[in-house]
């Protein structure tokens, strides 16, 4: 897996690798990625303003409106952090 390459903004990982890394910040292991969990993602990766960018991901990624983005919502994340967090995420 090539984790370490995104650290930093670098490097690229497929979408089964970032379905991977996202499981390892659901700290609760409750199935569902938070505001907080998304926070220390985005700093994890290099992101600036980690704060305001994982507000604006939540509200981009989470289709049902609950707060937090679960497996079904894991396409729309992908999106946000190819957009907004510059990581290369490619099909395969």
Same mark, same amino acid.
């Given at each position: 897996?090539?984790?370490?390459?995104?650290?930093?903004?670098?490097?690229?990982?497929?979408?089964?690798? #970032?379905?991977?890394?996202?499981?390892?910040?659901?700290?609760?292991?409750?199935?569902?990625?938070?505001?907080?969990?998304?926070? +220390? #993602?985005?700093?994890? +990766?290099?992101?600036? #303003?980690?704060?305001?960018?994982?507000?604006?991901?939540?509200?981009?990624?989470?289709? *049902?409106?609950?707060?937090?983005?679960?497996?079904?919502?894991?396409? *729309?994340?992908?999106? #946000?952090?190819?957009?907004?967090?510059?990581?290369?995420?490619?099909?395969?």
């Amino acid at each position: 897996m090539a984790i370490k390459q995104v650290k930093g903004g670098g490097g690229e990982i497929t979408v089964e690798e #970032f379905k991977e890394l996202m499981k390892r910040f659901d700290r609760d292991g409750d199935g569902r990625i938070s505001k907080e969990e998304l926070r +220390v #993602f985005i700093r994890w +990766v290099g992101g600036r #303003f980690s704060g305001w960018k994982c507000g604006r991901g939540i509200r981009q990624a989470d289709a *049902n409106g609950d707060g937090f983005i679960d497996e079904s919502e894991i396409d *729309n994340l992908v999106l #946000f952090a190819q957009k907004s967090l510059g990581l290369k995420i490619v099909p395969y």
